[in-house]
Structure formats: structure tokens, C-alpha cells
């Protein structure tokens, strides 16, 4: 039975599968735990290349990342800690911009490396470990969200106008408006305007524009259209701009 | 094209999505009209910016807990 068939455009349905997965991923750990989780290993910054929208999807695999699933597969969790240390990270920044909590986002974090290590058998390869991943973290920061938020949360179909796409803020930002700040205040001033949008429209943003997720592997891991991922995503977008030009804008000359 | 149009496909302009007639569409009202050659600008670069970000190391006691509570959860034997 395969829930987490990546070909899919379903959640997780874990109700397919208490007990099995995580007995047989509990009996392949107990016998090779054997302290290779504790080891200290230092690995290398996943770092992206510059902006270049042809090759978004690809840049945050590595060549090795398939060999690494196979060792983790067959219960090599050295190679399973060297997928966590790779990519923690961007999963707990995921989980921290759609639960807008810490320790939601930390809990979401676990369960989704947790349930990616007891499913691993289901995932086939005919995608990315990283966009694999990127569905159970989603679903786990999606389900604290909607328990913390139940009222506000839901990620059906909006009420969209077209008065939501006219511009109101209409400033030239310069070459390179991000360089006037430093980088914590940077991080700041763009998890603030991420923590604005309302739910819908920032889960969309951030799987496709921080996590670099295509249009389908976002549609997919969200359960949703690609038409309706092309519509948040414009609306996003342009919140987001309206959000940051009080930031950006060039100052004129006194 | 008008200035509602292009914002209607911006986002699709941006990611190289359009076809050569809307392309061609877009540009030419891009020449003539500046507030929208400021909002496509300005929302690349919102695009971009996000883009160009690298998540923050994970602060210490949340690196550890996770690997504490993976260790804990992954070693731990069925039924034990």
C-alpha cells in the first residue's frame, strides 16, 4: 500500500498504516543504531546558485542524495543523519513561515523527519527525497496550523477580486534594495511580510519562491490545482511586494 | 495589453510561462508605460530577494532536541 506515493497528488493518509512502517523502521534502527546517530559530522552548507529560474528545482539536490536514500533504505542511519543535517535547516524554516510558531514549527520538524524515516520503503525515486520530504513537513506544519487556528486556516479557494491585484505602492527600489540592511534585520523585515499573508497565500509563496518547489510539486504537495497555485502565487507575490516597498523604496534625494 | 492585463500575468511573465503573442504583448506596453516597468521590477526583485535567502543555522537547543527526540524515537524498540 503505498501513502506517500510521490506520483500522487494525495496527502499522506496515515491511517493506511499505524503500527507496520514504524515496527519495521524501529527493528531496522534497534539493530544498527549502534551510535552512528551521535556521531559528529560536519557537512558542508547546501547552498544555492545564483537566481536563475531555469534551474530552480535542481538546485538544492545534491549528486549524492540518491545514494544516500538507498543507505537509508536499507536502515544506514548514518546516511539518514547526513540527510537530516542537509537539510534541518530548510525544513524547520518551512515549518517556522506556515505555523508562525516556534514550537509548533520544531515539533512539525521532528514528525516530518520521523515519518520520512519510517515510510522511507514507500518512497519509489520518481522524485526528489527533498520534494518528498517537503509533502510530510508541509502536511505536519499544515495540521499544527489548522489545530493553534482552526477558524482562519483553511486553504480552500479564496474569495479573490480583481482589486486584489491593483498596486497601490508604485516606487523605483533601486539595483539592489536588500543591500541597504543587514542580514538579521534583512530575515526580519522579510519573515515579517511572509507572517502577514494570510495562510492560503503564504503556504503557496514559500513552497514555491523560498523552497523553490516547481508549480506542480507545489500543487501536489498542497492537494490543490495548478491553476489555483498559479493564482495564489500571483497574489503573493504582489502582497508581498506592496509589503516590502516601505522597506525598499529608494529614498529621494531631500 | 493593458496596465490590468499585464498585472494579470506577471507572475507568469516572470517565470518564463508566456507565449510568444502575450510576450510580445507584454513588452510592447512595457515600453510605453512605466509605473508597470516599476511593478515588474519591483516584484522580480521581491521574487529574487526571497530567492537569494539562506536559511539561518538552527539555533542550538532546537539542533539538539531534534536530534534528542530522533534518537530517542528511532532507537526505541517496538513495544519496548
Known amino acids: 500500500m503505498l501513502c506517500y506515493d510521490e506520483e500522487s497528488a494525495l496527502l499522506p493518509n496515515w491511517s493506511c498504516y499505524q503500527g507496520f512502517g514504524v515496527i519495521q523502521a524501529e527493528t531496522i534502527c534497534a539493530n544498527l543504531l549502534g551510535g552512528v546517530w551521535c556521531a559528529a559530522i560536519t557537512h558542508p552548507t547546501v547552498r544555492m546558485s545564483s537566481p536563475d529560474p531555469k534551474h530552480l528545482p535542481s538546485t538544492i539536490v545534491r549528486e549524492d542524495e540518491g545514494a544516500l536514500v538507498s543507505l537509508a533504505k536499507r536502515g544506514d542511519l548514518g546516511a539518514f543523519d547526513e540527510l537530516v543535517n542537509r537539510y534541518e535547516r530548510r525544513i524547520f524554516r518551512l515549518a517556522m513561515n506556515i505555523t508562525q510558531n516556534r514550537e509548533d514549527a520544531e515539533d512539525a520538524t521532528q514528525d516530518a523527519f520521523m515519518k520520512s524515516f519510517q515510510h522511507l520503503a514507500e518512497f519509489q525515486g520518481g522524485s526528489r527525497f527533498y520534494t518528498w520530504l517537503v509533502r510530510i513537513a508541509v502536511n505536519e506544519a499544515l495540521m499544527r496550523l489548522r489545530r493553534r487556528r482552526p477558524n482562519v486556516t483553511s486553504l480552500d479557494e479564496p474569495v479573490q477580486t480583481e482589486e486584489d491585484l491593483i498596486p497601490r505602492e508604485i516606487e523605483d527600489w533601486g539595483p539592489t534594495p536588500e543591500q541597504r540592511y543587514q542580514v538579521t534585520e534583512l530575515n526580519s523585515i522579510l519573515s515579517n511580510a511572509i507572517a502577514d499573508l494570510e495562510p492560503i497565500f503564504r503556504t503557496v509563496f514559500v513552497l514555491r519562491d523560498v523552497e523553490q518547489l516547481s508549480t506542480e510539486e507545489t500543487a501536489g504537495a498542497l492537494g490543490i490545482s495548478v491553476p489555483a497555485v498559479k493564482s495564489r502565487l500571483l497574489r503573493a507575490r504582489l502582497r508581498l511586494r506592496e509589503k516590502l516597498n516601505r522597506f525598499f523604496e529608494q529614498r529621494k534625494p531631500a | ?80
Open chain 2, 1 to 80: 495589453m493593458n496596465c490590468k492585463g499585464l498585472i494579470n500575468e506577471i507572475s507568469a511573465y516572470l517565470d518564463g510561462e508566456l507565449g510568444q503573442e502575450t510576450l510580445t504583448e507584454i513588452e510592447v506596453h512595457l515600453k510605453r508605460c512605466k509605473d508597470c516597468r516599476l511593478i515588474v521590477d519591483t516584484t522580480r526583485k521581491t521574487i529574487e530577494i526571497y530567492y537569494s535567502t539562506q536559511p539561518l543555522p538552527l539555533p542550538d537547543d532546537v539542533r539538539e532536541r531534534l536530534h534528542t527526540a530522533l534518537i530517542k524515537r528511532l532507537g526505541r524498540r517496538p513495544n519496548a
